[in-house]
């Protein structure tokens, strides 16, 4: 397990504080079960390499993700897979135009004690009441059921007839999304975009892959993925992530690609103010943070570089900031936007350098 040093990283500037000894041997098990889950995983799931590491950032960092991708990506078994090795309590809800929020949520119903015949208030809990929530297809139902999520997400509890309901913890909602232009589609509001840490893309698998996909799903049954990690495991894992340490010009790197992106201010470079009509907030910045911090104890570091922030600049920023008319025109999306913040932040670095 290597603890390098981004060469281009200035001195006299290093990160302050360090793991003990026994969040060193927790992060050794964490690398160790990356790899096992990974190849638990390979026994359902073909390829999407890129996909399950965000994925695995997402929760580590603790954070939401959202998958977008056409129908028949396995964006759904992926997550079911994923849950089954990280044995936690796992629900499915499949979103669709009728669905009410107390659907989501649960429900206030009228029980009565046949011994005293008194009635009162019981609250029933909906299927949100799990560690890791599949939403199926969230962008098929109205923003009202939409929006039952919000709360849960961000302060993962429930709130009915006036009575807070704690969720359970690790708490994870992992979202599939099919794209925007299909019929019969909600766009997510941005409040509750912005909910999700990642916004990870799914394409289409390679030739070789989508090979080996048609030989396993028409052919004899595989080894079910087994578990991993338990909760209480993740929690630790997930209070180590927070604690690893990160230097001051790599947080300000991180502040950097967020500020730039808010096309009003004198930070923004020219094309940003030219393609974009809204730019990220503070909470982009910290799941920059966040993300790299994952993804260094993930590849055997103990520190974040800014190499790892890059690396999740795209699934952190995409759904965080909104192109204009000008960027439609010329057919310059939030993906190239992106490239292009980092290529002139890359430059910027240089030139000061």
């Known amino acids: 397990m290597a603890d390098d040093t981004t060469p281009s990283e200035p001195e006299g500037n290093e990160p302050e504080g360090a793991l003990g000894s026994d969040d060193l041997e927790a992060v050794k098990k964490l690398q160790a079960a990356n790899e096992t889950i990974r190849k638990e995983m390979s026994k359902v799931i073909v390829g999407q390499e890129e996909v399950l590491e965000q994925l695995l ?44 929020p107390s659907d989501i949520t649960g429900t ?51 709130t009915a007839g006036g009575t807070r309901h704690p969720l359970e913890e690790p708490f994870f909602v992992l979202a599939t999304q099919n794209p925007i232009e299909q019929e019969g ?18 394409d289409y ?15 004899g049954g595989e080894d079910p993925p087994q578990a991993v990690l ?3 495991e993740i929690m630790r894992l997930q209070d180590i992530v927070r604690r690893v340490p990160i230097a001051d010009h790599v947080t300000r790197h991180a502040m950097k690609l967020t500020r730039a992106t808010r096309h009003r201010t004198s930070e923004a470079p020219d094309f940003i103010k030219e393609w974009l009509s809204w730019g990220a907030g ?11 911090k994952a993804r260094a104890l993930l ?55």
């Open 282 to 292: 503070p909470r982009a910045c910290q799941y920059l943070i966040l993300g790299g």
């Open 57 to 100: 950032i997402c929760i580590f960092a603790k954070g939401h993700c959202l998958l977008i991708g056409v129908p028949g990506l396995a964006k759904t078994l992926m997550i079911s897979t994923l849950a089954k090795t990280l044995s936690l309590s796992f629900s499915r809800i499949q979103f669709t135009p009728d669905l009410m």
């Open 108 to 158: 206030e119903v009228i029980q009565e004690d046949k011994s005293t015949g008194e009635r009162k208030f019981q609250f029933l809990r909906g299927p949100i009441f799990a560690s890791i929530i599949l939403a199926d297809e969230i962008n098929r139902t109205p923003p009202k059921t939409q929006a039952a999520l919000l709360e849960a997400m961000q302060e993962h509890q429930v």
């Open 230 to 232: 338990t909760g209480e």
């Open 205 to 219: 698998p390679s030739a070789d892959e989508e090979f080996e996909i048609m030989k396993r799903t028409t052919g």
């Open 299 to 353: 590849h055997g570091r103990h520190h974040v570089s800014t190499e790892d922030i890059d690396a999740v600049a795209k699934p952190v920023l995409r759904h965080r900031i909104i192109t204009n008319f000008n960027a439609e025109a010329e057919g310059v999306t939030a993906d190239k936007i992106v490239e292009r913040l980092l290529e002139w932040s890359g430059t910027e670095a240089t030139v000061k350098a």
């Open 185 to 202: 589609t909600y766009p997510l509001p941005e409040a509750q975009l912005d909910r999700f840490m990642f916004n990870v893309l799914v």
